[in-house]
């Protein structure tokens, strides 16, 4: 807490607070075969985002405070809607094939809205939004 009030004195005039991140998805991950989900020591640091987020808000009184949140697409349903019920909001599936060669598909909690023009589009599928546009 000592740290982040440090941050408001050292920042006073803040309009807006970033909390962007992930957290250790191999407890998540469906590669690993003894996944634990979010109650794995791992994985579970999630919960720590939360902490900072909380206290980021509570000492940056009067600043918008947002999240951007990534880990991988693999996770099971009732994971993803954990994380998407503690942090309000639906992830939005994303494939770094977008914009590089390697297809590597996570899950982004974006507390605004992307954007989105004549290349990409947000459409539902699999039941989660997706980013989806020409791959390089």
Known sequence: KSMVREW?????RVDRVVIAG???????????ADRQGLSGSR?????????????IREVFVGSDVRRLIENV???????????SEWLAVEPLLV????????ARPRLWWIEWEP???QHLSKV???????????SS
């Not at 408001?8 to 006073?12: A, D, N, Q, T, V």
């Not at 994985?43 to 206290?55: G, K, N, Q, T, Y």
């Open 115 to 117: 954007p989105v023009d």
């Open 95 to 102: 494939d770094a094939k977008l914009c590089s060669w390697v």
């Open 43 to 55: 994985s579970s640091l999630f919960f720590e985002i939360l902490r900072v987020d909380a206290l």
């Open 73 to 83: 697409s693999s996770m099971s349903a009732s994971d993803r809607d954990v994380i």
């Open 22 to 32: 992930g957290f250790p998805c191999q407890d998540l991950t469906r590669l690993n």
């Open 124 to 134: 539902w599928h699999d039941n989660v939004w997706q980013l989806e546009g020409q």
């Open 8 to 12: 408001r004195s050292r920042y006073h």
